[in-house]
């Protein structure tokens, strides 16, 4: 749901009285009235209003700012705001967004538009927005203390310039960062080409999100902001799998997506049953020499790939992030590898002191996902997620692309799961088992047999105490 929240009039809880104390009534009535947001569903395109006509992105779990035309000018209001973001069903985290939301909504303009941006600070301390990637002026590209005064609890502060530069962007505070990003404060940008352009193809369906990464434990609500590298929650648009909507599309539709990293480590992204093409990033459109399939994508820190294809194989195909561990939602990191181990004997040893006591592991980790272990309460299985088929064994950076021939054009609703033409699902083998080829080349790396030492081995050895002995 959508909720326009006018200042003075009806404001909630947190945010009437800080900006009506600092802002007065002739400023309020130049701003624009902010935008809320209060779920975490991905809304569908914001079909442009006013202004030069575009396709519009689609956010996923997210949303695109509304903006009000000025004499010819974009206002956009953003609120910096504590907020509670569902991050998946049964587990809300309290951070810190943009208008009711991390990450913020996108923002969608037209290369030439100029813009303004309101932007208030309803958090307890001083922030700034630094436009990631953006031509403007120097005064305007929001580093708190080196081009700006930052911008204090309950004030206003105007950023404005011409979106001179087509692509994909991102925004994110550039003050208190390491606190402000791991509490979840950013938001993508999209500049639209103004005519049709050489290397920026139309596409039928665009989406946008980043990556981002918290760490939560289990049953707490709020992220430890000291995390350097050893986050929990590896999320897409602070959601994490089964949270994350999946990406549904036309068969033969072309594809754009456009992924952003605000993370502390790099996320190699990859995408089942199709090949796709960087044809751009925050740098602009990629030459088109310069360009090669691709089925994974790696995508540094502070970096924005855009991604297109062509959706042309119907099902349902998975789309995540490589690294294992990031397809994994909150789990303790120090657990040995139990594979192989018998460990019945200690656990009976184990269990009569401890009645709940488990053992995981000696089979895997698949266990885990259909183990009904109890949990604490705001908290989600590491790996879950029910498919067709069974658990998929997964959370954090995973999400479906779902390509169907009877998608209607438009629309981005979930189709439900893939019902596979009879014959093209993998199958049971019941018959008779031929042998398996193994391969005969002699090892050459082998260890030699242990032969005994044929004569008693002398050691010496000095202790501290400094006379000899021999043993
Ligand atoms: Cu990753």
Request: hydrophobic share 35%; aromatic share 8%; glycine share 10%.
């Amino acid at each position: 749901m959508t909720n326009r929240r006018h200042f003075l009039g009806g404001a909630g809880a947190i945010t009437g009285a800080l900006a009506a104390a600092s802002v007065s009534k002739v400023a309020l009535a130049a701003l624009p009235e902010p935008v809320l947001q209060t779920t975490p569903d991905t809304k569908p395109p914001l079909v442009p209003p006013s202004g030069r006509p575009y396709n519009p992105v689609v956010t996923l779990n997210g949303w695109t700012l509304p903006w009000r035309m000025n004499n010819g000018v974009k206002e956009f209001h953003l609120v910096a705001e504590p907020v509670v973001r569902e991050m998946a069903p049964g587990f809300k985290a309290h951070l810190w967004g943009y208008n009711g939301q991390s990450p913020g909504p996108t923002i969608e303009v037209v290369e030439g538009d100029r813009v303004r941006i309101f932007v208030t600070n309803r958090l307890p301390e001083h922030t700034s927005v630094h436009w990631h990637g953006q031509r403007l002026p120097n005064g305007m590209d929001g580093v708190g203390g080196l081009t700006q005064k930052t911008i204090q609890p309950g004030k206003t502060f105007v950023y404005e310039f011409v979106a001179r530069r087509p692509g994909t962007f991102m925004y994110h505070p550039h003050a208190d960062e390491m606190t402000q990003m791991a509490m979840g404060m950013m938001g993508s940008w999209v500049t639209h080409p103004k005519d049709r352009h050489a290397l920026i193809d139309e596409v039928d369906r665009d989406f946008v999100f980043l990556l981002n990464a918290y760490d939560i434990d289990p049953g707490a609500y709020t992220p430890k902001i000291m995390t350097m590298l050893d986050f929990n929650l590896w999320s897409w648009n602070s959601r994490i799998f089964p949270g994350i909507d999946s990406l549904n599309v036309r068969l033969g539709d072309k594809v754009r997506i456009r992924v952003g990293n605000l993370t502390m480590t790099n996320h190699p992204i990859h995408l089942h049953g199709h090949e796709f093409v960087v044809t751009g990033t925050d740098g602009g459109p990629v030459p088109k020499a310069a360009r090669w399939p691709e089925v994974t994508t790696d995508v540094a820190v502070g970096q924005m790939r855009q991604l297109d294809f062509v959706a042309d194989e119907e099902g349902d195909w998975a789309f995540h992030c490589h690294k294992s561990h990031h397809t994994m939602n909150a789990m303790g990191h120090n657990v040995p590898t139990m594979i192989g181990v018998d460990h019945r004997k200690v656990v009976r040893d184990i269990a009569a002191l401890i009645p709940d006591y488990m053992v995981m592991g000696e089979r895997g980790m698949a266990d885990m996902a259909e183990m009904e272990m109890p949990l604490p309460d705001n908290t989600v299985p590491m790996m879950t997620g029910e498919g067709p088929f069974g658990s998929v064994e997964m959370g954090g950076m995973f999400s479906m692309l779902k390509v169907r021939r009877d998608q209607p054009r438009g629309d981005y609703s979930n189709p439900g799961w893939f019902k596979h033409p009879a014959g093209t699902v993998a199958y049971e083998f019941t018959g008779q088992l031929p042998g398996p080829q193994r391969s005969s080349a002699p090892g050459q790396g082998a260890m030699p047999p242990l032969a005994a030492p044929t004569k008693p081995v002398e050691v010496r050895i000095r202790k501290p105490s400094g006379h000899e002995g021999r043993h």
